[in-house]
């Protein structure tokens, strides 16, 4: 049976929002005024809850998986870690 791998695409989006996060700061740093504030309130702030939502998702989904394939397996093979 073949594994199903959320946690690799969940750790390269993590990286992505820091590095996004990460260029922000450094952008701050030049561009301050309201709409530097209104990207920042508009776009940054939701996407950062929304993906810390996700990953947590994410990793709720992962736990389920994992104990689902465990379940699925013929008793010889639940020894086995996959």
Known sequence: ??????VS???RLEDALKQLEASWMA?????HDPISQKVEDEFLVP???QVRS?????????LVMRKA???CLHPRERH???
């Open 1 to 6: 049976m073949k594994r199903v791998d959320f």
């Open 9 to 11: 695409a969940a750790a």
């Open 27 to 31: 952008t701050k740093e030049h561009w």
């Open 47 to 49: 996407i950062h809850g």
């Open 54 to 62: 996700m990953l947590d998702a994410v990793n709720k989904m992962s």
């Open 69 to 71: 394939e465990q379940e």
């Open 80 to 82: 086995f870690t996959l």
